[in-house]
């Protein structure tokens, strides 16, 4: 274990009790934060403390925090599902992997610096003119 890393959680759910027991019974109460929620207008804050953002769903269809994450320049770490797999370019923008032992090697690996590239592809592939091109593109077709 290194002792430089904490992880944050953001969210409540049906696990939040067993996460609860699990920090209290390893002793991590000083290097694992859970908060329930966090404002939208505070979200971005957390992206830019981060050296990274990850997201364990396999079943993210859109992925609208993997978007925010990337905008402000974190460093993304995704199991592959369809949200992810369509924003994130592989070892260009984040990294996608397909198993959660994969996701902790991409994380011990990874080029946080990766979050510039990251930044500019919401920039460039998804911003609203960009968004509003593709729709009127499908309305007219």
């Not at 990294?95 to 994380?107: A, R």
Request: hydrophobic share 40%.
């Amino acid at each position: 274990t290194n002792e430089n890393y904490k992880l944050l959680i953001v969210g409540k759910g049906r696990l939040r009790e067993k996460l609860d027991s699990i920090t209290l019974d390893r002793n991590l109460e000083n290097r694992v934060k859970i908060i329930n929620s966090i404002s939208n207008k505070d979200i971005w804050q957390v992206y830019r403390i981060s050296s990274f953002f990850v997201n364990l769903s396999r079943n993210e269809i859109f992925g609208m925090a993997i978007m925010e994450a990337m905008y402000y320049e974190c460093c993304v770490v995704a199991i592959k599902a369809p949200g992810p797999q369509y924003i994130i370019e592989h070892k260009k923008s984040g990294y996608l992997c397909e198993n959660y032992n994969e996701v902790v090697d991409c994380m011990l690996k990874a080029n946080t610096l990766l979050g510039k590239e990251a930044h500019n592809r919401i920039e460039k592939d998804f911003n609203w003119a960009k968004t509003s091109e593709i729709i009127l593109n499908e309305i007219q077709n």
